[in-house]
């Protein structure tokens, strides 16, 4: 039997004991605050993960950027509907269809668009996702017909559409399995800081210089950014010239660690990984798999215009990246906990802020589109310190129970921090809701769209960070699955809330949303019971789909 042969083995036979996203995080034998780090760089210094702080702090905040100017255009829109109203005659079941048309374009794109980063990089579709919704801003701008409203809502959503997928994609290339958490919170703070804040500032200017205005500011700002990206956002993928070796220490000396590839064992074969849990679990001494590796100084770095590069090419075929989402989403429990949880707290969103657009420019509140605006200030304040919860507490926290596993992580570690949402989310629903039944004060419902807010982003935190954590190799076309649940719920909640509401009245709508949450959000309950389990399960289906990756380290 050939050596490639016996590394087969090796890793189907370790699958039947190996739950992927289980790793040694931490190494007892070394001082306590020592993470052992996941993925395992290499030597190369042009490997992003060993990128100075400075470079991945330059090309995460562009992503970041590119990140809220997208959900500020996706989300400004509420902020004129009394205008479109008035001036353009459009009825409100039209304005709900042109937002399901822009989920829908959300939807559909990233179907389209993440099979291509995969194939030529981070880059070029950072690109062509901003120049496309600079696209779509002027068509909003100069909006006279529905056709226009349709369309440029349309537009919008297929250049939005991988901003809520290569974002993760970005982090898994960048940082390390114990920064995904924060870095998502980041990311989080980005996108909800856009749909949050983007209308404070639109219902001013809507005020102040027309509706046609806010829609103009987007083309500047969307102008400005892409300037910015195409001098500097630097390409993320990694195709390795020179294949290093990492620097992996282990208890048996002839062995040496793989080349980080695209495979699921981040620089070991599955079957020393699968023997250093096994150790850890009966209660004996990690083998040493801290990984001191050092950068290798002959390999040359890439020069301004070589890291700039339009195009970063993969060999072999992406087909697989077209259908690979949909099987992903049904063969792996942690992808599809991601997935409703995720999709249905977007599309309680999506309900909450059409609602609110309205009924607050009637009485008793008889609300501007300014005041429409500043009622989403209560959600971002919200959002603050879930960021801090959902994400850094989250990173201390595992690195916490890891120790206390015997320096083994396993994702369900991050599930605990989500259980408090389970409660918070639902009663925040029914706060706004019945608050806008009852016609109470508008300071009682801002302080419910606020906790709502901090619900959202600490359950979906946590679920984001558990689905990349579980399956790191595949994160691109996990969160394709993802992501495309979540707009397709809510282009199904959008089309439906008129006749929802008048079927059902205002009162009954809440309640059920908010018991519909309370369901889903309880979710990680039995994830913390079975999660292993199934994903020992799951390990071989999960191994077939990251060989179909390309041979270099990609997601």
Not at 226 to 233: A, H, S, T, Y
Not at 295 to 314: Q, V
Not at 460 to 487: E, K, P
């Amino acid at each position: 039997m050939d050596q490639s042969t016996d590394s087969t083995h090796d890793r189907d036979r370790g699958s039947s004991f190996w739950a992927p996203g289980t790793l040694a995080l931490e190494d007892l034998h070394l001082s306590s605050d020592q993470v052992i780090l996941h993925p395992v760089p290499t030597s190369d210094p042009n490997d992003p993960l060993n990128w100075t702080t400075w470079r991945k702090t330059l090309n995460f905040g562009l992503v970041s950027c590119y990140v809220l100017l997208t959900f500020v255009q996706l989300d400004i829109g509420f902020t004129a509907w009394e205008a479109y109203q008035t001036e353009l005659g459009f009825g409100i079941n039209l304005l709900n269809a042109s937002v399901a048309a822009s989920y829908g374009g959300l939807a559909i794109g990233c179907i389209f668009f993440i099979p291509l980063v995969h194939k030529f990089g981070r880059r070029p579709l950072y690109l062509f996702s901003t120049a496309l919704q600079l696209g779509s801003c002027v068509w909003f701008a100069v909006t006279k017909t529905p056709v226009d409203l349709i369309g440029s809502n349309l537009v919008s959503g297929l250049g939005g559409a991988i901003s809520e997928t290569i974002v993760q994609i970005t982090i898994a290339d960048l940082f390390f399995v114990h920064h995904h958490a924060a870095m998502n919170g980041w990311y989080l703070l980005a996108s909800f800081g856009g749909a949050y804040l983007g209308p404070v500032a639109a219902g001013y200017i809507v005020n102040s210089q027309g509706w046609r205005w806010i829609w103009w500011w987007c083309v500047i700002l969307f102008s400005v950014n892409l300037v910015l990206v195409i001098f500097f956002f630097e390409e993320s993928k990694y195709v390795p010239v020179i294949q290093g070796r990492n620097e992996t220490q282990s208890d048996d000396p002839g062995q040496a660690g793989e080349v980080r590839g695209g495979n699921a064992t981040d620089g070991k074969t599955l079957q020393q990984l699968a023997n250093d849990v096994k150790q850890a679990e009966s209660g004996d001494p990690l083998a040493r798999t801290h990984s001191n590796f050092q950068i290798d100084h002959t390999i040359s770095m890439k020069s301004y215009r070589e890291r700039l590069a339009l195009i970063t090419r993969s060999d072999g075929s992406i087909l697989h990246n077209f259908y690979q989402p949909a099987m992903v989403l049904f063969t792996f429990p942690a992808v599809a906990y991601t997935a409703i949880t995720y999709g249905s707290l977007l599309a309680w969103f999506a309900i909450l802020t059409s609602v609110q657009a309205t009924y607050l420019f009637s009485p008793p509140y008889n609300f501007t589109a300014a005041g429409v605006g500043l009622m989403n200030i209560a959600p971002f304040i919200g959002t603050i310190p879930a960021i801090f919860v959902g994400g850094y507490l989250n990173d201390k926290s595992i690195v916490w129970l890891s120790r206390r596993n015997g320096g083994v992580y396993e994702p369900e570690m991050r599930l605990w921090l989500a259980l408090p949402a389970a409660i918070i989310t639902p009663a925040s629903i029914l706060m706004f809701g019945l608050g806008l039944y009852y016609e109470a004060p508008w300071p009682l419902l801002a302080t419910g769209f606020g906790i709502f807010g901090f619900g959202l982003i600490l359950a979906g935190d946590v679920a984001l960070s558990y689905a990349m954590d579980c399956y790191h190799d595949i994160v691109g076309n996990s969160l394709v699955g993802v992501i495309f649940t979540r707009n397709a719920l809510s282009v199904v909640v959008l089309f439906a809330l008129t006749p929802w509401i008048e079927s059902m009245g205002l009162l009954n709508l809440h309640v059920i949303v908010a018991v519909l949450c309370f369901v889903i959000l309880l979710i990680p309950v039995p994830l913390l019971i079975w999660g292993k389990k199934a994903r020992i399960a799951s390990a071989k289906s999960y191994l077939a789909m990251a060989r179909q990756q390309p041979t270099h380290r990609e997601v």
